[in-house]
């Protein structure tokens, strides 16, 4: 997946993890740029920024030194750099936790940002905006990469922490002196761990999306050593010369493979290192002359290796089918498209800053439980029926089918319907499990009602989750847990005289 | 302790604590939204077993337990019987967890994996230990990795080499190269145990200094708390031990509020004392009922110490012992009984005085084995 989980060790603390890397022209102005990179995979709601590392995002000129089977970009030395380094923890009056940053701009100019504050911050000159927090994650990946399989979005409603910096193109990059650039992101620790051994020069890096899970980690190369790690561990723009061999060969073994997935050899052998010399040199490239699009992801790359000038301004948008771009490169040397399982991330980019799309609501969940001093099948008999005529607020019910996937269509006493279908039952375990059908503004919405014994009495427990849809959280919750907590409340004054 | 060199630096503690909550929430949400996922239910795993580790979340195992109920009803493969073997690891049920490791082997998983859990749950149980160590050694010495080493320091303070423990400990401290305090805050709490705890002669200022190392990376560690207050309730600073332990009351740990408990008795603090005393035997008694065998090491030690209740030490210890009839478990039922003994001979109000005492170090060994299986 893109950059996201990319190593045994990178596993150790989610916000060091980089998830992508996005450079295109922004959508706002022409005139300027936007870079921006993700960190955390499949981070909750609530998540934050480490306050010990720093965020870099680096830029280099590039000129195309060599074409077809010679194909070169080589990376000019000087750099253009823009570092994030985030706070500890704050609170606000209200005790609402608060993450504040800096960004130092590549002319030493510092910036001050607020952590999920939508409308960023800018220098007083207005040149350089910056926005740093959670967003919906714009990857999507709908192939089990194993096994060429298609499946939905693997990522469907993840977020990710984002950091955008857009910037005036001429005034940051003077692209009179060249107009093709290569960007990386890394985490680097802010200080060196303890004296003994030696300090990290960074936790994960990133050029072209799909570096490690894909290119370097071929999943169907059987029996070879995981060397993202070791990866990771380079450093950019310049990759050990000892281990460049070990790298090269690694990828001519896995675009070898990638070529034969579909049966067919689109590559010849030449072309294959070709690619592999131009995909170890691991830098994002983009031309700011050029015609950045949502098409345009690796088209400097594919152009140049098939010995023709590059046409657009290759780069990354937010919503850049990236992964298909790349399999359609590696497998077929772009005979035929090949699209996933998915058409895109689970919202798209948006055509304003910060640009990428508001983060994805977490699963609601609502749990009640009773205690009953009668015995759980006196219970059971009552609420295992799936009509819910014991319910005080059902008013009518009417049942269609039988068994697993029956349809209970409720009219609750103030006027609303909701339709049920029964997913599972088990009488012997005393639950059952129900979905939404409709009636409620919510998706993946699902129920348990399940009697448990406890002493000499029971606990009867109703469980529902969900995601809301196009509503606050609290407003679906609200309208769930009244139905919740009123159903299980009746059982307590209906067994109250049994016991 | 200006011997002991700078350990490395972490992401502070709180934000790592919101991450992590904010991380497992998410992966409960993506194993709601597709159970048989690749790695989903491996992650809530990993998440709930963190938050059962660090921050005594009792509700964890609940948790857990129904993740793997919910995958066995949807998952046909041997991916649920490998997370229903891990999670039956976790809350001790070691039994269930070979049986669903067997099950897994018949269904297909993959050898290593067999291998990796079958390794944990011999150490647990103290069973082919020579067989435990060398796999050990070997896995270790490949990788290099802290959550290779920290087991095998474990195991070789098991084994009372404890000086190589030691060194194993450290080499795992000083070789971490990521900045998550899980991991290195792990690594000073098992340093703290190893010298506070399991040597022969305890070095209490060792112990208490590695212990506040890894509070210092994780405010909220429930166990490091604990422990780091028994020392000080042990050197008669009983409000320093109070101070510890107040923070981390919403953890509804009950031992910490025995521990409590008993630093309010040693200020003379007695009605407030009886009343956390009430509330860690309720703690006890609902953990029990529901998972008796995750806390039968240190329920015992309760029941026998200020808990006063020498009968059910005596029960526990010896379920304790059949699930896992480790030397420390023998040990620790052997103390026990000898406590009842004294007890018989002399029906007083000792209970209450040897409630840190006697059995302070073997509980903290029975920590030990526990926070060295919930890895």
Redesign the interface.
């Known amino acids: 997946m893109s950059d996201h989980v990319d190593g045994p060790r990178s596993i150790g603390d989610p916000p060091a993890d980089i998830t992508d890397l996005f450079a295109f022209t922004s959508p706002e102005n022409p005139a300027r740029t936007v870079l921006a990179m993700c960190v955390f995979p499949s981070a909750g709601e609530s998540a934050v920024f480490s306050n010990v590392i720093d965020h870099k995002i680096a830029v280099r000129r590039v000129s195309v030194t060599g074409i077809g089977n010679a194909a070169k970009f080589q990376p000019a030395d000087e750099e253009i750099r823009f570092t994030f380094r985030f706070e500890l923890l704050d609170r606000d009056a209200a005790g609402k936790v608060i993450q504040r940053g800096t960004c130092v701009l590549p002319d030493g100019r510092t910036l001050s940002l607020t952590v999920n504050d939508g409308k960023g911050a800018s220098t007083p000159e207005g040149d350089v905006r910056v926005f740093a927090g959670l967003r919906s994650d714009p990857f999507y990946l709908a192939w089990i990469a194993a096994t060429l399989e298609k499946v939905p979005n693997l990522l469907q409603h993840d977020n990710v922490l984002c950091i955008v910096v857009e910037f005036d193109t001429r005034r940051v990059l003077d692209p009179e002196k060249g107009s093709l650039f290569g960007v990386i992101a890394e985490t680097v620790p802010t200080e060196p761990p303890g004296r003994i051994g030696h300090p990290p020069a960074r936790i994960d890096w990133i050029g072209r999306p799909e570096q490690t899970n894909v290119r370097l980690n071929n999943p169907a190369l059987l029996g070879v050593d995981d060397i993202r790690d070791l990866w990771n561990q380079q450093t950019p723009f310049a990759i050990s010369k000892e281990l460049q061999p070990l790298f090269l060969q690694r990828l001519k073994d896995s675009f070898t493979n990638w070529d034969m997935r579909d049966g067919k050899a689109d590559w010849t052998p030449e072309g294959l290192a070709a690619n592999a010399k131009v995909f170890l040199d691991d830098f994002l490239l983009f031309d700011v002359a050029k015609p950045i699009t949502d098409e345009s992801h690796l088209e400097i790359e594919k152009s140049t290796i098939d010995g023709r000038p590059y046409q657009t301004g290759g780069g990354r948008t937010v919503d850049a089918n990236s992964i298909d771009i790349l399999f359609t490169w590696l497998i077929n040397h772009d005979r035929e498209f090949l699209l996933g399982g998915a058409t895109g991330a689970t919202k798209p980019g948006t055509k304003v800053f910060p640009y990428f799309a508001t983060p994805n609501t977490e699963l609601q969940t609502v749990a009640e439980s009773v205690e009953l001093e009668v015995a759980p099948d006196m219970v059971w008999s009552l609420i295992g029926q799936f009509d819910l005529m014991w319910h005080p607020n059902v008013a009518k019910v009417n049942l269609t089918g039988a068994g697993i996937g029956q349809l209970r269509r409720i009219e609750t006493r103030d006027g609303r319907e909701i339709v049920e279908r029964l997913d599972v039952v088990d009488g012997a375990k005393r639950f059952y499990r129900y979905s939404l059908v409709a009636g409620v503004p919510a998706s993946r919405y699902a129920g348990t009602i399940e009697v448990k014994p406890k002493g000499r009495g029971c606990v009867a427990e109703w469980r529902v989750e969900f995601l809301a849809n196009n509503q606050p959280n609290s407003a679906v919750r609200t309208v769930v847990s009244t139905l919740v907590k009123t159903g299980l409340g009746s059982l307590k004054q209906r067994f109250a005289a049994a016991a | 302790m200006e011997r002991e060199?700078?350990?490395?630096?972490?992401?502070?503690g709180?934000?790592?604590a919101?991450?992590l909550?904010?991380?497992?929430?998410?992966?409960?949400?993506?194993f709601?939204?597709d159970a048989c996922?690749l790695g989903v239910a491996e992650?809530v795993v990993d998440q709930e077993r963190l938050a059962a580790q660090f921050f005594s979340d009792l509700d964890a195992l609940d948790r857990l337990e129904a993740l793997a109920a919910q995958l066995a009803?949807v998952d046909a493969s041997s991916r649920a019987a490998l997370v229903q073997a891990e999670v039956a690891s976790t809350a001790h049920r070691f039994a269930d967890a070979r049986g669903h490791l067997s099950r897994a082997t018949l269904m297909g998983a993959r050898r290593e994996e067999i291998e990796r859990q079958s390794l944990s749950i011999d150490q647990a149980c103290g069973v082919k230990l020579d067989a435990v160590l060398a796999a050990r050694q070997q896995v270790a010495a490949a990788s290099g990795?802290l959550e290779d080493l920290v087991p095998l320091g474990a195991l070789l303070a098991d084994l009372e080499r404890f000086a190589e423990a030691d060194a194993v400990y450290r080499q795992a401290?000083?070789?971490?190269?990521?900045?998550?305090p899980f991991?290195l805050a792990w690594v000073c709490f098992q340093l703290g145990m190893l010298w506070g705890e399991l040597v022969p002669v305890p070095d209490p200022k060792l112990a208490a200094f590695w212990y506040r190392r890894a509070i210092a990376y994780l405010p909220g560690y429930v166990k490091a708390r604990v422990h780091l207050a028994e020392i000080c309730a042990s050197q008669d600073r009983p409000g320093d031990a109070e101070a510890l332990l107040m923070p981390v009351l919403s953890s509804r740990d009950p031992e910490v509020r025995w521990r409590l408990a008993d630093a309010l008795i040693a200020q003379e603090r007695f009605q407030e004392a009886e009343t956390q005393l009430d509330a860690a035997r309720s703690g006890f008694d609902e953990l029990l009922q529901r998972h008796l065998l995750a806390f039968a090491d240190h329920a015992a030690e309760f029941y026998a110490g200020s808990g006063n209740d020498f009968r059910r030490a005596v029960e526990l210890a010896r379920a304790n012992v059949a699930n896992r009839p480790t030397r420390r478990a023998v040990e620790q039922a052997q103390a026990i009984a000898v406590q009842v003994d004294e007890a018989a001979a002399s029906r007083s109000v000792r209970s209450m005085q040897c409630a840190g005492g006697v059995s302070r170090r073997l509980a903290a060994r029975c920590a030990a084995q526990h926070d060295q299986v919930i890895r």
Do not use: G, H, K, M
């Open positions: 060199p700078p350990c490395p630096s972490a992401t502070d709180e934000i790592a919101i991450n909550e904010s991380a497992r929430r998410r992966a409960w949400t993506r709601a939204q996922l992650a009803l990795r401290l000083f070789s971490y190269r990521d900045v998550s991991p």
